[in-house]
């Protein structure tokens, strides 16, 4: 199916493309074909639809996740605000910004050369998982709408004490 936006997107391709007009290091959009830009930003709503996200849909018939009814906690304002209709921005931002990741990380998502172990003369990492796909600028932008504190699931952290 290609992209139609409301039904498996938030955004369409002009709207990305528009977004990205202002911006610097985006060669890489810029390069891709629609067709490409189109997929990538299908894909990045796929992952998207994965996320447990804050309140209810609004109809049981809708394809996405958004829009919702309920509440979110804005950083920006510093209180509690309701879902919009249709969408928050964030939720559109995001998406462009994740099928740009998508875009410039060619694999990013093949998780198949993934090692089940490492050992390096006495220090062993056994367990692997992939780290979460969703990259820092699009995390950020969801955390606010995301359920369960916005907390990442299966993302992988390192601490040195």
Not at 15 to 32: H, K, S, T
Not at 40 to 51: R, S
Not at 88 to 107: F, Q, S, V
Not at 118 to 123: A, P, Q, R, S
Request: with cysteine; net charge negative.
């Amino acid at each position: 199916m290609a992209l139609v936006k409301d039904t498996n997107c938030y955004v369409d391709v002009s709207e990305a493309d528009l977004y990205f007009e202002d911006r610097i290091d985006v060669d890489p959009w810029n390069e891709a074909s629609p067709l490409v830009k189109a997929r990538a930003l299908v894909t990045a709503t796929n992952m998207i639809e994965d996320i447990a996200w804050l309140g209810t849909i609004t109809d049981n018939e809708q394809n996405l996740a958004f829009p919702r009814e309920g509440s979110f906690y804005d950083p920006r304002i510093g209180d509690y605000v309701d879902f919009p209709d249709g969408y928050p921005e964030r939720i559109t931002r995001g998406n462009i910004e994740l099928a740009y990741h998508l875009i410039n990380n060619e694999g990013v998502l093949d998780t198949s050369m993934l090692p089940e172990d490492i050992k390096v003369e006495g220090i062993e990492l056994k367990g692997l998982d992939a780290m979460d796909n969703l990259p820092t600028v699009v995390y950020n932008l969801f955390k606010p709408l995301r359920a369960k504190g916005g907390a990442v699931s299966g993302a992988l952290w390192w601490r040195a004490n």
